[in-house]
């Protein structure tokens, strides 16, 4: 449990590495950048490493319910990733809508996962996004709301969040985690 633990540690304070030493971040340049993504890339390997060793009590168990309701959510997190890259309609009424996004997909695998394994990485990423929320919304209390985009981007979104949640669903099956029950 302790390399899920790190690896959560560490991609928290990559992520809030820009906002809490400024500074010190501005300093490093594009070298900083670099230096981010190999620590969210160990951090990530971290987590994954983890979860797949830890063991830890079950509090409940899958259900068709939860699964559809999951499944459900998974469609909304993946279509919101997908609205903040196109700036659909949706992607202007949402300040984050990336961050909403991990905090939908979070709250989907807490759900079909009762297990303190999952409490831990599952809920260790939704307080990030919400800590991350605020660390943004503090460092910059004015949004500018995107451009309306064109109506094609909005249909090559849900497009898009369709085919990525069908690769999504096909891996999970793929690696032993059936995805529709």
Do not use: C
Not at 90 to 105: C, N
Not at 133 to 158: G, M, Q, S, Y
């Amino acid at each position: 449990m302790i390399w899920l633990v790190l690896g959560l540690a560490l991609w928290t304070a990559a992520h809030l590495f820009k906002r809490l030493a400024p500074d010190l971040r501005a300093g490093m340049g594009n070298a900083g950048r670099g230096l981010v993504t190999v620590l969210l890339l160990l951090s990530i390997w971290l987590m994954v490493k983890g979860y797949g060793q830890a063991d830890g009590p079950y509090f409940w168990g899958r259900n068709a319910a939860l699964v559809g309701i999951n499944n459900l959510l998974m469609l909304v997190s993946v279509y919101l990733f997908a609205a903040a890259g196109a700036k659909t309609a949706l992607a202007r009424r949402i300040r984050h809508p990336m961050l909403t996004a991990v905090k939908v997909w979070a709250t989907a695998h807490i759900l079909v996962n009762g297990d303190l394994p999952s409490f831990i990485l599952f809920g260790g990423l939704l307080a990030w996004a919400v800590v991350e929320v605020i660390v943004l919304n503090r460092a910059e209390p004015e949004w500018t709301r995107p451009e309306p985009a064109p109506r094609d981007k909005e249909i090559k979104a849900v497009i898009i969040t369709l085919v990525i949640y069908g690769v999504i669903a096909g891996i999970h099956t793929w690696l032993g985690y059936p995805v529709f029950g």
